[in-house]
């Protein structure tokens, strides 16, 4: 799997979008973008993935550069209850069971 | 809404003590993984499983065996616990034809 560099920390004011960058310049041609986030002290939670094309859905959207070297994570309306650390995944799209792979991700703090 | 149920979330368990750590989902998902979480070293996969009564081997599965008699649950054990199993344990499903992993709320477990 593709390594991914992250952003340690983040902080944005509540109300506001938070955008989370994620590279990953050494992506090949059949991996996903995925991104989890996880709560302190709760299971990670999936977010959103995508191969090429932008993806929106109740959560987030993704948006990824058209050269796929690079991603960004958008919560259009943070919330505190977003703050969490966020993991940005590249891998190949589930071919049985496979694990996942958490990096450091970033530490996102909504502040009032 | 998807569900993965751990039996506990913290555990206290004694040195030497066998230790079962239950995982149940409701999303009549093949796949079900076993992680456990340690500061610092991100998720460790300890062992998964693509069907009833099959069984894998993750990265780290000395200490630890499981059981899948049902496609719904997935049973880690700790055959004799140990203070370095002290740790954060995180059961997760999937299905072979979606992407994402679930995870359920995770049990602390403290060996003394």
């Known amino acids: 799997d593709a390594k991914t560099t992250q952003p340690t920390s983040m902080d944005c004011a509540e109300g506001r979008a938070a955008n989370l960058p994620c590279n990953h310049s050494t992506i090949s041609g059949n991996e996903y973008v995925y991104w989890y986030r996880q709560i302190h002290s709760q299971g990670p939670q999936y977010i959103i993935h995508?191969?090429?094309n932008n993806e929106t859905n109740e959560m987030a959207s993704l948006i990824i550069t058209e050269d796929r070297k690079s991603s960004t994570l958008i919560l259009p309306h943070a919330t505190l209850r977003d703050t969490a650390v966020y993991y940005c995944i590249v891998r190949v799209a589930n071919q049985g069971a496979q694990k996942l792979v958490f990096g450091q991700g970033t530490r996102l703090t909504i502040n009032p | 809404d998807v569900k993965v149920t751990q039996s506990s979330r913290y555990l206290v368990k004694r040195t030497g003590e066998k230790v079962f750590l239950e995982c149940v989902q409701d999303m009549d998902h093949e796949n079900m993984f076993w992680y456990r979480q340690d500061p610092g070293l991100g998720l460790r996969l300890i062992y998964f499983s693509y069907d009833v009564k099959m069984k894998e081997k993750g990265d780290i599965p000395e200490g630890y065996s499981v059981s899948r008699e049902k496609k719904e649950r997935f049973s880690l054990i700790l055959e004799s616990a140990s203070t370095n199993q002290t740790s954060m344990y995180l059961c997760?499903?999937?299905?072979?034809?979606?992407?994402?992993?679930?995870f359920g709320p995770g049990t602390r477990l403290t060996v003394t």
């Open positions: 997760a499903s999937s299905s072979p034809t979606i992407y994402e992993q679930y």
């Open positions: 995508g191969l090429k």
